[in-house]
């Protein structure tokens, strides 16, 4: 069964630093890995998809890597800013058509 | 224009009552779902339709009803409600089953 982790649930940085943030699956047979952003109160925000024969994807400030054999991706964030704060989830898809979770990262990005 | 809009933000009723939430997406795709966050923030997957057929049904309660009219709409029909079903729930989109999903803001519903 499919188990998705992130780390570290919750994070606050400075403004202006590089940071990365964690996911890891259990099982290395996905379809693909996309990461999201929740605002409190809101929904989500797709950040980046990564497809399972690619290594990684850029979007602006946001760079994320998939490393299937070890069962990892990670979120690079550039230059962070206080709009970057908020929840970070990363999901799965796996077997059967289903997005499996993490339960997210909080980032808070300190002025 | 909002993408993939859901009514109401917040549904505040009595347990026992039966309620709708009703999804819209503008974006001409294929697949729609709801998803249901509990309170420690997982995303839990509950229906899953593309083109207008059933594609995932997971272990929900039968109170919980799917109904997709068309392939733009995706409404979630829960009868008898009871304090468990207090979370948020997402209706999402994509324009095949494994493509980016694209999100409401979510559905508050609270059980008194």
């Known amino acids: 069964k499919q188990e998705v982790t992130q780390i570290p649930a919750a994070l606050s940085v400075p403004e202006g630093e590089n940071l990365v943030l964690n996911c890891s699956f259990t099982?290395?047979?996905?379809?693909?890995l996309q990461w999201f952003r929740q605002d409190p109160g809101k929904g989500l925000t797709s950040l980046l998809l990564?497809?399972?024969s690619q290594r990684e994807q850029t979007s602006g400030r946001l760079n994320a890597s998939l490393d299937k054999s070890s069962g990892r991706s990670t979120l690079y964030i550039a230059a962070s800013q206080p709009g970057d704060s908020a929840t970070y989830l990363c999901?799965?898809?796996?077997?059967?058509?289903?997005?499996?979770w993490g339960a997210g990262t909080k980032l808070i990005i300190k002025p | 224009d909002t993408a993939v809009s859901q009514t109401p933000k917040y549904l505040v009723t009595q347990m026992g009552n039966d309620k709708s939430i009703k999804c819209e997406q503008n974006l001409g795709h294929d697949t729609m779902y709801w998803y249901k966050q509990d309170s420690k923030k997982f995303l839990k997957i509950m229906f899953s339709?593309?083109?207008?057929?059933?594609?995932i049904n997971e272990t929900v309660p039968n109170r919980f009803s799917p109904k997709s009219p068309d392939k733009a709409h995706l409404n979630l029909h829960i009868n008898s409600l009871e304090l468990g079903d207090s979370a948020v729930y997402f209706c999402?989109?994509?324009?095949?089953?494994?493509?980016?999903?694209?999100f409401g803001d979510g559905t508050r519903l609270s059980i008194l």
């Open positions: 339709y593309n083109n207008k057929e059933l594609i």
């Open positions: 990564i497809q399972s």
């Open positions: 999901a799965v898809w796996g077997s059967n058509y289903q997005l499996i």
């Open positions: 099982d290395s047979a996905i379809y693909n």
């Open positions: 999402a989109s994509s324009s095949a089953v494994n493509q980016p999903q694209h």
